[in-house]
């Protein structure tokens, strides 16, 4: 089995982003990350179920917090977890039509990545210059990054475009390359920071995502390698061997 097909085998909407919550530890270290104050209104685009909302409201006491979801059941849960939270709202909405244009800071955790760029174009129109967007695993299209801190990102606007993928590599990762132990740090540092991957599954997550880390790299020619690595290869023959995934044609050149 490719990748893509396994990949296609698993529910979409996990992929895109959606039907997706952050536990409640992820999302405080967000919020401090992000340095959310009592001044700021709080936007979750695609709230889910998810208690981003209360907690922006409750626990950090921002002057307006709203959660905006398009699928009806999932809003009705998450009004019931504002209950009584007199500053909170859901909306129950499509986020490319709802009105955004007051927030200071928004939690967007999308990854397909037309969306990304319609959504980023409606940002730059509507937002307020000071505007912080919240991402996680990569900056807002082909931005360059105001904060770091892996893979937590701050996108401020105005946005400040990337001149190439490698302009957009160092500011996130600090080098011009990424190379083999690279990639598996990151896929490392992403599980630890979103608390989700069980650790009898921890292994397998790390090798597959650090795979993928590494082949992206290598086809947009910023690996730091000249040639495949072992360890590469030997991770590839591994999931192909005992998990029945073959990512080898993902490797382009």
């Known amino acids: 089995?490719?990748?893509?097909?396994?990949?296609?085998?698993?529910?979409?909407?996990?992929?895109?982003?959606?039907?997706?919550?952050?536990?409640?530890?992820?999302?405080?270290?967000?919020?401090?990350?992000?340095?959310?104050?009592?001044?700021?209104?709080?936007?979750?685009?695609?709230?889910?179920?998810?208690?981003?909302?209360?907690?922006?409201?409750?626990?950090?006491?921002?002057?307006?917090?709203?959660?905006?979801?398009?699928?009806?059941?999932?809003?009705?849960?998450?009004?019931?977890?504002?209950?009584?939270?007199?500053?909170?709202?859901?909306?129950?909405?499509?986020?490319l039509k709802a009105d955004i244009s007051d927030a200071t800071v928004l939690l967007f955790w999308f990854s397909d990545s037309d969306f990304v760029d319609t959504i980023t174009k409606r940002f730059s129109k509507e937002l307020k210059d000071g505007a912080r967007v919240l991402t996680i695993w990569a900056p807002l299209g082909m931005t360059l990054p105001d904060k770091v801190e892996f893979p937590f990102f701050v996108n401020k606007k105005p946005f400040k475009r990337a001149s190439s993928i490698q302009q957009q590599i160092k500011s996130i990762y600090g080098t011009d390359c990424i190379d083999f132990t690279a990639s598996w740090l990151l896929a490392e540092r992403y599980i630890d920071a979103l608390e989700v991957t069980p650790n009898q599954y921890r292994r397998f997550v790390n090798i597959l995502q650090s795979m993928v880390i590494w082949i992206n790299a290598w086809n947009m020619n910023v690996a730091c390698e000249d040639e495949v690595p072992p360890p590469v290869q030997t991770y590839i023959g591994i999931l192909k061997t005992f998990f029945n995934i073959d990512m080898s044609s993902m490797i382009e050149r």
Do not use: W
């Not at 097909?5 to 536990?23: H, I, K, N, T, Y």
């Open 1 to 95: 089995m490719e990748l893509g097909d396994f990949l296609s085998s698993l529910p979409q909407s996990l992929l895109r982003g959606e039907r997706v919550s952050l536990a409640d530890n992820v999302i405080r270290k967000l919020f401090n990350f992000a340095k959310l104050k009592k001044s700021d209104i709080f936007c979750h685009l695609g709230c889910g179920e998810g208690n981003a909302v209360a907690i922006a409201a409750k626990e950090f006491g921002v002057k307006k917090s709203v959660g905006i979801e398009i699928d009806k059941s999932l809003a009705d849960t998450a009004r019931r977890n504002i209950s009584g939270i007199k500053n909170a709202y859901i909306i129950n909405k499509d986020i």
